[in-house]
């Protein structure tokens, strides 16, 4: 197995397996970023920093676009140099050219999407049977109920990664526009409130310190934990074969999909501060995936808008793990069809040209994670799964922004160059992420345990790969998909 990253070639490997569509042009595209960026991080971390940072809330939500936008930077850069599925792994092999670390944030990519997805299916459904509550349908029921739809939602996902992802796209933009309707209607009632004299506006530049943990530190842990709102865009460099002309509309395309973002998380900030007490703000720290449920609750007595709200929201959480999913399926199945998972992984179907053992085991991996984390009654599922995500994402970042140094200095001065992050740009973005996933900003311990517990299944399972292959005298490719 070589470690030379020179070796690796930017073409896929030849394995006999049908070849992925293009079937990604802009639109779609930037339906894609949004609607990942947008969904479920959101809903999840919100009520969480309100409860750190009290009326700042919408100050952490600036800071993690800032570090994300920075990164954002360096991965534009390198997915015009090098256009194949794979992303961050493919950009650590071809700096560092060593297979082990390759694969380790290849992993952790993987592991990221199980994860998010594994919020979403938790906030979606939390929203559900919120729903039901408000409208009298249904009193909200145990933990095991809401497990059992979580679940149930994971294998409905993998059903529908399974037709493919022109339908999984083209269903994407459904829920991406349900999920951007569902946002408006937080900053409707926020604005409505103001409006009509009822808003707290003085508060939206208050800090309150609930936890005592003086400014600097409380609003460092709230943009850690703002930062899984803002994750999103990496994925799409995992659709890059599945993308029209991708050197030419990535760069415009993700930027645009990010200052979309923030720009609604900052109105949807500014409206649950608007609405809610300094009281209420400490208080739904312990909604979880409903906090903004609560928002409109509150906001909108007069007419039934938080009826359907919760639905609303169920949709666009929805989005999240359907994106997520897809991502996490075909890094696994890039993996294994250069032996370095278990060659069946690598498997497609036929006739849909959608890889199915990657879809099937990454639904295995959400389903056993939520049966993990719910299993303890006291813990905050949704904070820990978010921060989980949050954590290894900054981990894959930062060694991202650090890949992109390394390469400037490689770059082939004959290769046309698309898109430069400015100056050194990805050196500070790698000192940022790296500074985040640290434990000083308040990280709860189970989620470093979550991590390294997902991680340990990959090495586990790469090594039995390796023995295999030495065993056969099969030379693995690289740990990115394209040849090794």
């Known amino acids: 197995m070589s470690t030379s990253a020179e070796h690796v070639s930017d073409a896929p490997a030849n394995t006999g397996e049908p070849e992925l569509k293009r079937v990604l042009g802009p639109k779609l595209l930037l339906l894609f970023i949004v609607g990942d960026i947008l969904g479920a991080g959101v809903y999840a971390v919100t009520g969480t920093m309100a409860g750190t940072v009290g009326g700042l809330v919408w100050l952490p939500f600036l800071l993690a676009f800032i570090v994300a936008t920075m990164t954002a930077f360096s991965y534009l850069e390198l997915v015009t140099q090098y256009p194949q599925a794979a992303g961050a792994a493919l950009y650590t092999h071809k700096a560092f050219g060593i297979h082990f670390v390759t694969f380790l944030v290849a992993f952790a990519v993987v592991c990221s999407g199980i994860t998010s997805a594994a919020t979403s299916a938790n906030v979606l459904a939390q929203n559900f049977f919120g729903g039901l509550e408000i409208n009298g349908w249904l009193a909200m029921p145990g933990q095991g109920v809401i497990t059992a739809v979580a679940l149930g939602f994971m294998l409905l996902l993998a059903v529908i990664n399974l037709r493919g992802v022109g339908e999984s796209v083209k269903f994407n933009v459904v829920l991406t526009l349900v999920e951007v309707a569902a946002l408006c209607i937080v900053i409707a009632v926020g604005f409505l409130a103001m409006a ?64 979309i973002a923030v720009i609604f998380y900052m109105l949807v900030a500014i409206s649950v501060v608007t609405v809610l007490s300094p009281t209420e703000l400490e208080g739904i720290r312990e909604a979880e995936g409903a906090a903004l449920l609560e928002v409109v609750h509150k906001g909108s007595p007069d007419f039934p808008i938080d009826r359907i709200f919760p639905f609303l929201a169920v949709f666009a959480v929805a989005n999240t793990a359907l994106i997520n999913m897809l991502m996490a399926s075909r890094l696994i199945y890039g993996m294994a069809r250069q032996d370095v998972l278990p060659r069946p992984l690598a498997k497609v179907l036929p006739v849909r040209c959608t890889p199915w053992a990657g879809i099937a085991f990454s639904t295995i ?109 099969t030379r693995a490719g690289d740990p990115t998909g394209v040849d090794g």
């Open 196 to 259: 009509q004299g009822k808003g707290n506006v003085g508060e939206i530049f208050v800090f309150t310190d609930y936890q005592d943990k003086g400014m600097f530190l409380a609003v460092t842990a709230a943009t850690s934990i703002a930062f899984f709102a803002m994750v999103g865009f990496e994925d799409s460099v995992n659709m890059v074969e599945e993308t029209q002309n991708p050197e030419r509309i990535f760069p415009r395309t993700m930027l645009t999909g990010l200052g």
């Open 365 to 473: 991996l959400a389903l056993g994670l939520i049966l993990y984390v719910t299993s303890d009654p006291d813990s905050n599922i949704v904070a820990n799964l978010s921060g989980t995500t949050a954590f290894l994402l900054l981990c894959v970042f930062t060694v991202v922004n650090l890949a992109c140094v390394v390469l400037r200095r490689k770059r082939d001065l004959n290769r046309k160059v698309f898109f430069t992050s400015p100056g050194p740009l990805p050196v500070v973005a790698a000192l940022l992420c790296a500074f985040l996933a640290g434990p000083w900003v308040g990280r709860d311990v189970i989620q470093y345990q979550i991590a390294g517990s997902l991680m340990a299944i990959g090495v586990v399972l790469w090594l039995v790969t390796w023995l295999i292959n030495r065993k056969t005298n």
